[in-house]
């Protein structure tokens, strides 16, 4: 018989949130905090708060000119049942591309009463970036040079 954990269920509902069927964040705990350790240098690393939190996703979320899906590659149950290790892959059809658009993740998922209490994600920003047609502001952070206004907000953080 196998038994789920709390973390792998929640885990389970994290591709309803891609899909925007979680508009008030009844995902996260209050106090939740995301982080972001390989985000691009000028973009936040860290939120502190479910209401912070989604006032930076929230808009990035919409910005997108295609929908997530989520596919699960590998959940790594560790000793604690609170905690999970997750290999996804975040993906979408971005118009005027030819086939879909995957790009890899780690995270680090904590739960507490049913949601997530703290996520750490790993990502590759370049992936991410080519997929949100933000390559020029990529550019631009790493260079120092200004790209312009970037209507879908750059970067879009954890699963945002």
């Known amino acids: 018989m196998t038994t789920t954990t709390p973390a792998r269920e929640v885990f389970e509902r994290f591709g309803e949130y891609l899909a925007g069927n979680d508009p008030q964040g009844e995902?996260?705990?209050?106090?939740?905090?995301?982080?972001?350790?390989?985000?691009?240098?000028?973009?936040?690393?860290?939120?502190?708060?479910?209401?912070?939190?989604?006032?930076?996703?929230?808009?990035?979320?919409?910005?997108?000119?295609?929908?997530?899906?989520?596919?699960?590659?590998?959940?790594?149950?560790?000793?604690?049942?609170?905690?999970?290790?997750?290999?996804?892959?975040?993906?979408?059809?971005?118009?005027?591309?030819?086939?879909?658009?995957?790009?890899?993740?780690?995270?680090?998922?904590?739960?507490?009463?049913?949601?997530?209490?703290?996520?750490?994600?790993y990502q590759n920003p370049i992936v991410v970036a080519a997929a949100t047609g933000d390559l020029p502001g990529l550019l631009a952070s790493l260079t120092g040079h200004s790209a312009g206004a970037d209507a879908s907000g750059g970067e879009a953080g954890p699963g945002a």
């Open 27 to 121: 995902l996260w705990t209050e106090d939740v905090v995301i982080e972001a350790p390989f985000a691009l240098p000028g973009r936040p690393r860290r939120w502190e708060g479910r209401d912070q939190w989604l006032a930076f996703a929230g808009p990035r979320r919409a910005a997108l000119p295609f929908t997530l899906r989520r596919r699960a590659l590998v959940v790594h149950e560790t000793a604690d049942p609170e905690v999970i290790v997750v290999e996804y892959e975040l993906g979408g059809t971005p118009p005027g591309a030819a086939e879909e658009m995957w790009a890899a993740f780690i995270g680090v998922l904590r739960v507490r009463d049913g949601r997530v209490a703290h996520w750490r994600e």
